[in-house]
């Protein structure tokens, strides 16, 4: 088993910046892809952003490239997911996610955490 837990969700608006942080703990976390996804009011939850094991590789849905960029620190067993730029459009609650395969979900998830973006 994973635990994951997310921070670093609020209010912010339109051109502003969060950066979103996940906690994990239990299995050896550099054995995992790690992921955001997220989900609008409505809508199915969607891939976001993902990095490999070893944080070398990484991979963005087209609507955050340029935009976000997700790291991780595996001596502290964290993701982060820097959100620049950003839009109402981005407004979801946004899930940490932790898997076999990259920008795949996996079966590891977090609570979720809410960003909100004002026009």
């Known amino acids: 088993q994973v635990q994951l837990v997310e921070s670093g969700g609020g209010l912010v608006q339109a051109g502003g910046s969060l950066i979103l942080s996940c906690v994990a703990s239990g299995r050896t976390f550099s054995n995992y892809y790690m992921n955001w996804f997220c989900q609008a009011p409505g809508k199915e939850r969607e891939f976001v952003a993902a990095?490999?094991?070893?944080?070398?590789?990484?991979s963005y849905a087209d609507s955050v490239k340029g935009r976000f960029t997700i790291s991780r620190d595996n001596a502290k067993n964290t993701v982060s997911l820097q959100m620049n730029s950003l839009k109402p459009e981005d407004t979801a609650v946004y899930y940490c996610?932790?898997?076999?395969?990259?920008?795949?979900?996996?079966?590891?998830w977090g609570q979720g955490t809410q960003v909100t973006v004002s026009s």
């Open positions: 990095v490999s094991r070893s944080g070398l590789s990484t």
């Open positions: 996610n932790a898997g076999n395969t990259i920008a795949t979900a996996g079966a590891y």
